[in-house]
């Protein structure tokens, strides 16, 4: 059983930074790509930003010069750095991981799993 917990949300003044975290546990054998994503009420979920198994990066462009995604191969956990936030930045925020779970010595699968999200507030 795959589990993606996410933490490090809550309410911050506008300017301000917050670092969210996503840890993946289970029988994992490897991940290829984490992502984070966010979800504004009333929005469809928007990929905000992507780091792949190589370390290598891709951010929306409203959050590009102010988030930083980095991953810790060893703990199987990502890191979002959040700088400068805006009250437009205000939504859930949800992990997302491709990764490949080992089902039996000789049998491995490989599926998308998501965090259960959270909150982000940006406002004064």
């Known amino acids: 059983q795959v589990q993606l917990v996410e933490s490090g949300g809550g309410l911050v003044q506008p300017g301000g930074s917050l670092r969210l975290s996503c840890a993946a546990s289970?029988?994992?054998?490897?991940?290829?790509?984490m992502g984070w994503y966010r979800q504004a009420p009333g929005k469809q979920r928007e990929l905000v930003a992507a780091?792949?198994?190589?370390?290598?990066?891709n951010y929306v462009d409203s959050v590009k010069g102010r988030f930083t995604m980095s991953r810790d191969n060893a703990k199987n956990t990502v890191y979002l750095q959040m700088n400068s936030l805006k009250p437009e930045d205000t939504a859930v925020y949800y992990c997302?991981?491709?990764?490949?779970?080992?089902?039996?010595?000789?049998?491995?699968?490989?599926?998308?799993?998501w965090g259960q999200g959270t909150q982000v507030t940006v406002s004064s």
């Open positions: 780091i792949n198994s190589g370390g290598s990066t």
């Open positions: 289970g029988n994992i054998f490897s991940i290829k790509t």
């Open positions: 997302n991981a491709d990764l490949t779970t080992v089902v039996s010595p000789i049998l491995h699968a490989t599926n998308n799993y």
